[in-house]
């Protein structure tokens, strides 16, 4: 059977399968229809090599993937578990139009195409651009892309907005992550790895039922590894990762035409994590007694090395990332009519407890930075997946409430003054006038406290169409109707060493100083209404079993909010005015083909797309105002256009490859009140300049990036990658020895909101190897990632107070271990 055939392709990212599963005993699965193999059972075409036979349930219902006109990378247990992309971070690497970015939990992003969240933009006011879903449950908060995959089927990430079939609007595409479900039938698996960095590893799940009608499955999974950077002021390694996680389902097939699963689940981090370490220092516009090297010497103060690739710090702040996510969920399907409705109920917990070091040195600067959250959130969503002659559908409602609660501290230490005061500054209320620079009192045990506050409900009517015009031409057109609230509150008190408050404007020169390291400000409830419509036309073509001809135009957006990281403050007085933030609205074309070739042992898939974003959520800087720090908002209009190639190949069942390629052309159209980047930032002028490098004053407040590429996106992307197996002989049994490479490259991109010479990060190419030996039921190989050492930065970043400070974080070096699995 093609189930016992090798290292299966995957639709369009086509990763080569690690080994065959047995066929399992028959169960009690709907039949799918695929074209050239009739009667086929989900479960069994799920198994299959062949690309046309991945099943896939991005419209809500099984189909196979090269059935579908949307832009589809499909990665099945078997490549999740032999490449070792256990999460999102690793995922990416087999999929070049997926990024992720994270410098911990709260502050990390997904983005498809380069679009969904701004790189290095975390705020509790805004909603996501690339939506997460598990198991058909909604997860609002981007920390759940850092935790281990548990107990999972497939990924499927779809690119391009998904607004009429999901429950939550999103413009960049979504996540969609199937867990394995309960079966009637016992069995289990269990897997453990052990690799260098002290890296171990352990999953494990069984199933199985418990009654006539009722079947459970549980599963773990518990990951660990030493930190890559060592601190030589606490003697420990840093950047770590511990990570466990537990997930149950219970299945409850309750009559012939009904179906309840109830699920939960509980995922916990809690690494010595997360420090960004010294890259470089560049020339800004302060005084060059003002910059990292000048301050630097003041202080006596020498960085453990210049070499980011030495890997070691002195971070002084106590460091923590404890992440703690899980919910439960009830998911009932009912076979009504000619479809299906589904209900889908979940309550989801996050509880966020960091500590950082924000000032990146070793140094008593800023000795508190952090923002311990939590959130609870609940979903529901009622879904009818029918059909009629000619025709199918989807009409849906969806409802969504999130309560969040961030209770923020940061704190200034003994270092401040001299690094953040200018040496100007005097106190003229004090005799003789002092520099307030040299009196490390003026800052020491400034704190300010924040309570930060969102209750945020959206509520959607959706609906799509599937219309067969004849056998080979259909047309899909979508609606949903959107409503969101938001109200927020943001409130920062700050108070001085010695516990007096520091005013919002006005007061002594300490007291101006004081304001200037940490602004006090507030602004309560706060409220964002809003209707928002989204319709999008698909129409396909078929002009042959193994060729797919599609066109879609999406009209979307992304829901506005509030600005829960403060606002300017002008003479004392908060500018409640920029504290909402209007909508994004989002135009997108797409065209593709999808095809398959040479007896189906070949697919290629072909996508190009044109994305129009007007109101693009950015940080921005305002020179009305007089803002010296950004603050968000919207720039006026953003396009991204590109073209992607999947391409995957069979010759035979012994060898397979693929290559995935993506072309990224992203760019800000029009954007006038930018951040300037750090080499024309510091002197604080307030003017306003064009593009870096452009003539203009010498310290601009606000940079005109217009034509200046997006941050975080490559121009070019790769992942590729092929298998090689021969049958083998061992421990008297029949399998196969193979050997395996996969690999990603990516070009040169930004890793600064305003393009800076100091934070575009170099391209880089990331090769992996593994060999083994295989059965039906049992796998061992050894593996290395990283296999040529590249050195590689994951982001860069901007320090405070543009002293030219850059920090970042060194990607993984080079790993290698030893992976044993076996099932039943």
């Known amino acids: 059977m093609l189930a016992h055939t090798l290292s299966a392709l995957l639709a369009s990212t086509a990763i080569a399968q690690t080994a065959p599963e047995p066929v399992a005993p028959p169960q009690v699965t709907p039949t799918v229809s695929v074209p050239?193999?009739?009667?086929?059972?989900?479960?069994?075409?799920?198994?299959?090599?062949?690309?046309?036979?991945?099943?896939?349930?991005?419209?809500?219902?099984?189909?196979?993937?090269?059935?579908?006109?949307?832009?589809?990378?499909?990665?099945?247990?078997?490549?999740?578990?032999?490449?070792?992309?256990?999460?999102?971070?690793?995922?990416?690497?087999?999929?070049?139009?997926?990024?992720?970015?994270?410098s911990n939990p709260r502050n990390s992003s997904v983005n498809i195409r380069g679009l969904g969240a701004p790189l290095g933009l975390t705020n509790d006011g805004i909603d996501q651009g690339v939506g997460v879903y598990i198991d058909q449950v909604y997860f609002s908060r981007v920390a759940v892309a850092t935790l281990d995959f548990l107990d999972v089927q497939q990924v499927e990430t779809l690119r391009g907005p998904q607004g009429t079939l999901y429950g939550k609007n999103t413009v960049a595409g979504a996540i969609n992550i199937t867990s394995k479900a309960p079966s009637?039938?016992?069995?289990?698996?269990?897997?453990?790895?052990?690799?260098?960095?002290?890296?171990?590893?352990?999953?494990?799940?069984?199933?199985?039922?418990?009654?006539?009608?009722?079947?459970?499955?549980?599963?773990?999974?518990?990951?660990?590894?030493?930190?890559?950077?060592?601190?030589?002021?606490?003697?420990?390694?840093?950047?770590?990762?511990?990570?466990?996680?537990?997930?149950?389902?219970?299945?409850?097939?309750?009559?012939?035409?009904l179906k309840l699963t109830l699920s939960g689940d509980y995922n916990r981090q809690d690494p010595a994590c997360c420090a960004q370490i010294f890259v470089r220092n560049g020339s800004t516009q302060r005084a060059l007694n003002r910059q990292y090297d000048a301050l630097s010497a003041q202080q006596n103060y020498v960085v453990p090395s210049r070499n980011p690739f030495d890997r070691v710090t002195d971070v002084d702040a106590e460091l923590a990332a404890k992440n703690i996510l899980g919910?439960?969920?009830?998911?009932?399907?009912?076979?009504?009519?000619?479809?299906?409705?589904?209900?889908?109920?979940?309550?989801?917990?996050?509880?966020?407890?960091?500590?950082?070091?924000?000032?990146?040195?070793?140094?008593?600067?800023?000795?508190?930075?952090?923002?311990?959250?939590?959130?609870?959130?609940?979903?529901?969503?009622?879904?009818?997946?029918?059909?009629?002659?000619?025709?199918?559908?989807?009409?849906?409602?969806?409802?969504?409430?999130?309560?969040?609660?961030?209770?923020?501290?940061?704190?200034?230490?003994?270092?401040?003054?001299?690094?953040?005061?200018?040496?100007?500054?005097?106190?003229?209320?004090?005799?003789?006038?002092?520099?307030?620079?040299?009196?490390?009192?003026?800052?020491?045990?400034?704190?300010?406290n924040n309570d930060i506050r969102l209750k945020n409900f959206s509520g959607a009517v959706f609906g799509k169409?599937?219309?067969?015009?004849?056998?080979?031409?259909?047309?899909?057109?979508?609606?949903?109707?959107?409503?969101?609230?938001?109200?927020?509150?943001?409130?920062?008190?700050?108070?001085?060493?010695?516990?007096?408050?520091?005013?919002?404007?006005?007061?002594?020169?300490?007291?101006?100083?004081?304001?200037?390291?940490?602004?006090?400000?507030?602004?309560?409830?706060?409220?964002?209404?809003?209707?928002?419509?989204?319709?999008?036309?698909?129409?396909?073509?078929?002009?042959?079993?193994?060729?797919?001809l599609y066109a879609t135009?999406?009209?979307?957006?992304?829901?506005?909010?509030?600005?829960?990281?403060?606002?300017?403050?002008?003479?004392?007085?908060?500018?409640?005015?920029?504290?909402?933030?209007?909508?994004?609205?989002?135009?997108?074309?797409?065209?593709g083909v999808k095809s398959q070739f040479w007896d189906r042992r070949a697919t290629l898939n072909l996508t190009a797309y044109w994305t129009d974003i007007k109101d693009y959520q950015a940080i921005v800087n305002d020179s009305s105002t007089s803002a010296l720090r950004g603050y968000l908002a919207n720039a006026p209009k953003v396009r991204v256009r590109g073209v992607e190639a999947d391409f995957s190949v069979r010759p035979s069942d012994r060898f397979n490859v693929y290559v995935n390629g993506a072309y990224t052309d992203p760019k800000y159209v029009d954007f006038k009140n930018a951040p300037c980047p750090p080499e024309l930032s510091g002197g604080g002028s307030g003017a306003v300049i064009g593009a870096p490098g452009a003539p203009g004053t010498n310290s601009p407040l606000v940079c005109n990036i217009s034509g200046q590429l997006l941050p975080g996106i490559s121009k070019w992307a790769f992942s590729y990658g092929g298998e090689y197996n021969v049958p083998a002989r061992l421990f008297g049994l029949d399998g196969q020895a193979y050997v395996a490479a996969d690999a990603n490259s990516r070009t040169t991109f930004s890793s600064n909101a305003s393009r800076s010479i100091y934070t575009d990060i170099n391209g880089y190419t990331l090769t992996n190897f593994r060999a083994g030996y295989r059965t039906d039921s049992f796998n061992v190989f050894g593996w290395v990632r990283n296999a040529f050492d590249a050195k590689y930065f994951e982001l860069l970043a901007t320090t405070p107070g543009n002293t030219g400070l850059i920090a970042g974080n060194p990607g993984d070096p080079r790993t290698y271990g030893l992976t044993i699995s076996a099932s039943f």
């Open 36 to 102: 050239g193999t009739p009667e086929r059972d989900e479960e069994d075409v799920q198994r299959s090599s062949v690309a046309s036979d991945i099943i896939v349930t991005a419209r809500r219902r099984a189909e196979a993937v090269q059935d579908v006109p949307i832009a589809i990378s499909v990665v099945g247990v078997k490549e999740l578990d032999s490449t070792g992309s256990f999460n999102v971070a690793r995922l990416q690497q087999l999929q070049p139009t997926l990024q992720f970015y994270s």
């Open 465 to 548: 169409l599937n219309w067969d015009l004849t056998d080979q031409f259909t047309i899909s057109p979508g609606l949903r109707v959107n409503y969101d609230n938001k109200i927020g509150s943001y409130v920062s008190v700050v108070r001085d060493g010695q516990g007096n408050l520091v005013p919002t404007g006005g007061g002594t020169p300490r007291q101006v100083e004081q304001r200037t390291a940490i602004q006090p400000q507030a602004f309560r409830d706060e409220a964002y209404k809003a209707w928002n419509l989204t319709y999008d036309l698909t129409a396909s073509y078929k002009p042959t079993r193994d060729v797919l």
């Open 184 to 257: 009637f039938n016992f069995e289990g698996r269990a897997e453990v790895t052990a690799g260098n960095l002290a890296f171990k590893q352990a999953k494990a799940s069984v199933s199985g039922p418990i009654s006539d009608n009722v079947a459970v499955r549980l599963g773990l999974s518990t990951t660990s590894r030493r930190g890559t950077i060592y601190n030589v002021k606490t003697g420990t390694y840093i950047n770590a990762q511990d990570n466990i996680g537990f997930r149950g389902a219970l299945l409850w097939n309750a009559s012939d035409s």
């Open 327 to 448: 919910g439960v969920s009830l998911r009932g399907e009912l076979e009504l009519g000619s479809g299906t409705l589904t209900s889908v109920t979940a309550w989801r917990f996050w509880d966020w407890g960091p500590k950082n070091d924000r000032d990146f040195t070793g140094l008593p600067i800023t000795t508190k930075s952090n923002n311990p959250t939590k959130q609870n959130q609940y979903t529901q969503e009622f879904r009818y997946a029918g059909k009629g002659n000619g025709f199918d559908y989807v009409l849906g409602v969806f409802g969504f409430y999130q309560d969040i609660h961030t209770t923020g501290i940061q704190q200034q230490g003994s270092a401040a003054s001299r690094w953040l005061i200018s040496p100007t500054a005097r106190d003229t209320t004090a005799p003789g006038s002092p520099l307030l620079y040299l009196d490390p009192t003026v800052l020491n045990g400034l704190t300010a």
């Open 553 to 591: 135009y999406a009209h979307t957006f992304k829901s506005g909010g509030l600005n829960l990281n403060g606002v300017p403050v002008v003479g004392g007085v908060v500018q409640t005015q920029l504290a909402q933030i209007k909508p994004e609205k989002v135009d997108h074309f797409e065209v």
